[in-house]
């Protein structure tokens, strides 16, 4: 798999406003989407643009549903 353009391993936080850490610790509990390592770098991983703003997406649907007020019965 060729990766275009990935994010570096900062990228997810200037982008999400969340913090190193926390971005390992939810991708361990598979809540963020996963890294992919950076070619040519030894050490370097990344994400996927696509998959970030997936995620964010995701996140935001799920703001408003929880915000939505319930629908009335009658």
Known sequence: MIILSPLEVYGPN?????RRTWVYTLMKA????????HPGSRRGIGWLKSDIDAWLADREKQKTAKKAPPAAEG
């Open 30 to 37: 598979g809540q963020f989407p996963a890294s992919y390592r």
């Open 14 to 18: 200037s982008v999400t406003g969340l």
